[in-house]
């Protein structure tokens, strides 16, 4: 038997028994040390949904994760007992045009972690397919392991917006993808990183992993400040990682001549209002992230050579024993957590 932390209804979780997983044919099974928790297992912890994915009985949270590999299934080739590895949480069909095209984020069929049906890796084992395992170098913790997943996003954002050497950003939200964005983004080369947001701790978070500068947009009038912080240019990209109307909105009026914008954040709304004449006369680019494609081995080797320091996005850790509290922690005190973690 092994434990595994249940959502058992709207803000309620329990600790379970649960059979021990078998590996198939090409999965390994991972003793799982570290789970991130994301900004959609809270949502689905509050409200039991998002959009049309919807919990339906007990549920298992938790899709950042790493840990060690225990067990081997079946015709497993590249991976030992005893290897640590981070896990890209979804499995994809690997027959759709997607798939074949190297775009397997965008897989209809997708098997992801914590996404409904599918249970999450809040529990001690898992098995996985070995070939969404991804071995951790000696320098690489497993804690480091479980924040390869957002900082994936993070990469993928700053590369959806071509973003090189010495390029201006302007990056909306401070939360945990904005920050691992304004990291990707300064090991890409930006020069100039420029951060908007409403919580002041998260904007002491940016600046000291390297924000150019901060803006309080509750305080102030954010488009005035970047006009006069960019002399009226622009930035060359601008990525939207809060998920707010009132953000996306300001996107157009932001980004530079020939620039690009970049929406990541998933906004509550189901039409956002979007002044797209104001891009007209800018011919800028609009693109969008859906999770990400074909990044984990280079985000896992941009820890290892000290490129990205991620670790430092962490501001709490709980213990397994302890999966409740820190939910609820995590969703009282959205203020003060930057990125939350339970230790198993």
Do not use: W
């Amino acid at each position: 038997m092994q434990r595994a932390a249940f959502m058992t209804g709207i803000n309620k979780m329990e600790i379970r028994d649960i059979d021990m997983p078998n590996p198939k044919k090409g999965e390994v099974i991972v003793k799982i040390e570290y789970v991130g928790i994301c900004g959609s297992d809270v949502h689905y912890l509050e409200h039991g949904r998002i959009g049309d994915f919807i919990v339906d009985g007990d549920f298992i949270l938790g899709h950042e994760c790493a840990g060690t590999v225990t067990q081997l299934g079946e015709n497993v080739k590249n991976l030992k007992v005893g290897d640590r590895v981070a896990l890209e949480p979804g499995i994809t069909c690997g027959q759709c045009e997607f798939c074949k095209t190297g775009r397997y984020n965008l897989c209809p069929d997708v098997e992801f972690l914590a996404t409904p049906p599918y249970h999450g890796c809040l529990q001690n084992y898992i098995a996985f397919p070995e070939n969404m395992c991804f071995r951790l170098p000696d320098n690489v913790s497993t804690k480091e392991g479980a924040l390869v997943e957002p900082l994936s996003v993070g990469v993928h954002a700053a590369r959806q917006g071509n973003v090189s050497l010495g390029d201006r950003v302007v990056i909306l939200g401070a939360g945990c993808i904005g920050l691992v964005t304004l990291l990707a983004c300064k090991a890409l080369g930006a020069s100039e990183i420029i951060v908007t947001d409403i919580m002041p701790k998260r904007l002491e978070f940016a600046k000291k992993l390297g924000a150019t500068s901060v803006i309080n947009s509750a305080q102030s009038d954010a488009l005035k400040e970047i006009e006069a912080l960019t002399a009226g240019q622009g930035a060359d990209v601008v990525i939207e990682t809060a998920g707010s109307s009132v953000t996306y909105s300001q996107t157009p009026y932001i980004v530079k001549r020939g620039g690009t914008i970049v929406l990541v954040g998933m906004a509550a709304d189901d039409i956002i209002g979007f002044n797209f004449a104001k891009l007209m006369g800018k011919e800028a680019q609009v693109k969008t992230v859906f999770r990400y494609r074909n990044i984990y081995p280079q985000a896992i080797n941009a820890i290892s050579g000290g490129l990205i320091d991620v670790k430092t996005i962490v501001t709490h850790e709980f213990d397994f024993e302890d999966s409740a509290k820190a939910f609820d922690f995590v969703i009282n005190n959205k203020n003060d957590v930057v990125k939350a973690v339970i230790k198993l």
